[in-house]
């Protein structure tokens, strides 16, 4: 995975005998000095490690950005579980140290060492401690593969890749570009968790307070949700009810005579019944309550910034995930408390009709791509005449993306089969193979796993000559479960895939614009007084910068997005607009986004 004049600085701890964290300089330019490939002053400098969650959080603190990095576990997953990499020794060898899970993201603090590098030679154990790993270096870079594991990675990974190629240049090629993306993605969700999100807790606190009533005592209902249990209690003549429990509810309303399976919002809205609508209130200020009350604001929110915990690749089709704070599931009313910094403005981005535009690219279709040119993709369905409406043409193309096979989905996806035969045939195919228990893989290789044991012995059980009937409708159910999974699996982890371009392209035109030296705020280091990313949400970034940045930065998002579309589909004719607003909230800058794209070249 190296380029002809790279600098490869592997970064790991090098165990017991040598406590010392150290960067090791590896072949290809072995004349660059090892301090300044580590201080970023070599261009062509390239970090590979085991865990940027461990390493990169350090560096940050140190006021140091790195450029681009080979995030060694991230990799290692993907390479493994990549057809294209089946037959590598990395991937038929067994599980290691590199199979294991990443470290939890660092926080730096006052136990933080002054810089990462103490030493770069690797010479010296410690003096006051010799031989003692723990003494040196945080446990967290402790767990960490050592420098012997971190350089034999780094090699079998490059071979992975180079033999691929055995099957084409261009998956090798594709393999590299996926292995950079998530890497950068990696890089970029450390920043943002650095940098933080812009909160203003007292808006926050405003909202609650609309919405639930003063702030109540720990371990108490707010004075609203207390309202509505009151009423659900008169209304359903329960007077102990606790409407937090399932099953106190769900007797309660049996017992007036309601046919309820479950208290889900679409199951209890079709009943007529005046508990319903105290209840399905109480609900939703529930989840607002626990999800991101006082309690979520007193945790997450701190010096004025949200910090969550990204999960780069944390979903199994290369979505990312979150492991704390909930950053992917920030609710519509709670969007007016991320405010920029005074002379501050944030620029908000959503990719439109992301993943139907993925898969026309994929597929190549070429008609497909021409609705969507410089207009809404669904409005362009329609002026073709393949359906007579926008809404229309967006459940039917949701239905081609996740296998709708009922209601208006049904019935408009014939069409959509014969307008655009080449990109609904694509996920057809990924259905069928799914279908059959077969692996399917993205545009640049990332691999779907194989249904578990489960799935196949119901499948062999349905074989059986003497299989019942429920058998055989088991294993019919299992296996269009299986293919819908699959069909969307090539589509949504190829926007994954374009999504991490996109950030990678992006963060690069950020850095490059440079520094507003009278930019006011408290940003942390390196970003002081630059445009830098603090939010992802799968087709959708913010980036905060000082206002005199606001519109070039408006322009490079597209830019980016643009040449994204180019690194994953080459120069076939798909475009990828976005819909971006500027403001100084996030909520308004969501309501008042324009629709652009980049001029056609």
């Given at each position: ?106 926080e730096p603090g006052p136990a933080a060492p002054t810089t990462l590098f103490e030493a770069t030679d690797g010479d010296a154990a410690s003096d006051e401690h010799p031989g003692d790993s723990s003494a040196a270096v945080p446990a967290e870079l402790a767990r960490t593969p050592d420098v012997d594991a971190c350089l034999a990675e780094l090699a079998a990974q490059d071979a992975a890749v180079a033999g691929s190629a055995i099957a084409g240049s261009a998956v090798a090629g594709r393999l590299r570009l996926l292995v950079a993306g998530e890497s950068a993605g990696a890089l970029a969700a450390a920043e ?71 208290t889900r919002q679409w199951e209890l809205a079709n009943l007529d019944h005046p508990a319903i609508a105290p209840l399905l209130e109480y609900k939703k200020l529930s989840r607002l309550h626990s999800a991101n009350g006082w309690a979520w604001l007193d945790e997450w929110v701190v010096d004025g910034r949200f910090r969550p915990e990204y999960v780069v690749g944390g979903v199994v089709t290369g979505r990312w995930g979150s492991s704390g704070g909930g950053a992917l599931q920030i609710p519509r009313t709670l969007r007016t408390a991320v405010r920029a910094d005074p002379g501050w403005r944030l620029v ?254």
């Open positions: 995975m190296r380029q002809a004049r790279d600098v490869i600085v592997v970064v790991a701890h090098p165990g017991a005998r040598d406590p010392e964290p150290r960067a090791v300089v590896a072949v290809v330019a072995p004349e660059a000095p090892a301090r300044d490939a580590v201080l970023g002053t070599e261009r062509a400098v390239r970090w590979a490690w085991a865990d940027t969650t461990a390493w990169y959080p350090r560096l940050l603190a140190d006021g140091v950005r790195v450029e681009r990095c080979l995030d060694l576990r991230l990799t290692h997953r993907l390479l493994r579980a990549s057809v294209a990499t089946a037959s590598s020794a990395l991937a038929t060898g067994a599980a290691g140290a590199f199979d294991e899970p990443a470290a939890a993201p660092a943002m968790r650095h940098a933080g999100l812009p909160w203003d807790a007292d808006v926050h606190d405003e909202v609650l307070r609309s919405r639930l009533g003063p702030r109540p005592a720990r371990g108490s209902r707010p004075p609203e949700m207390e309202r509505l249990a009151a009423r659900v209690r008169t209304e359903l003549d329960a007077p102990t009810l606790n409407p937090d429990s399932l099953p106190d509810v769900l007797r309660a309303l049996r017992r007036v005579g309601l046919p309820v399976s479950s908000v981005a959503d990719a439109a009709q992301l993943e139907p535009r993925v898969l026309a690219g994929m597929a190549h279709d070429e008609r497909m791509a021409a609705a969507g040119a410089g207009r809404d993709l669904y409005a362009g369905i329609v002026e073709a005449g393949v359906v007579p409406e926008r809404a229309l043409a967006k459940v039917g193309m949701l239905g081609a993306l996740y296998g709708g096979t009922t209601g208006a989905s049904a019935s408009v996806l014939p069409r959509l089969l014969q307008a655009f035969p080449r990109a609904t045939g694509l996920v057809e195919e990924a259905a069928r193979a799914g279908e059959r228990g077969e692996i399917v893989s993205t545009l640049l290789g990332r691999s779907s796993p194989r249904p578990g044991a489960a799935w196949l012995q119901v499948q062999a059980d349905a074989l059986d000559p003497d299989a019942s009937d429920g058998a055989q409708s088991q294993a019919r159910a299992q296996t269009r479960a299986w293919g819908r999974f699959t069909r969307n699996f090539v589509v949504q982890g190829t926007a994954a895939e374009w999504a991490l371009c996109w950030i990678a392209e992006l963060r690069r035109r950020l850095w490059a614009m440079g520094v507003d030296e009278d930019a006011p705020g408290a940003v942390r280091a390196p970003f002081v007084g630059r445009p830098h990313l603090v939010y992802f949400l799968h087709d959708e970034l913010v980036v905060h910068c000082p206002a005199p940045f606001a519109e070039a930065v408006a322009d490079a998002v597209v830019e980016a997005a643009t040449a994204a579309g180019r690194l994953l589909f080459g120069s076939f004719p798909i475009e990828f607009p976005l819909a971006v607003g500027v403001a100084t909230a996030y909520d308004t800058a969501k309501d008042t986004a324009t629709l652009r794209r980049d001029a056609p070249r």
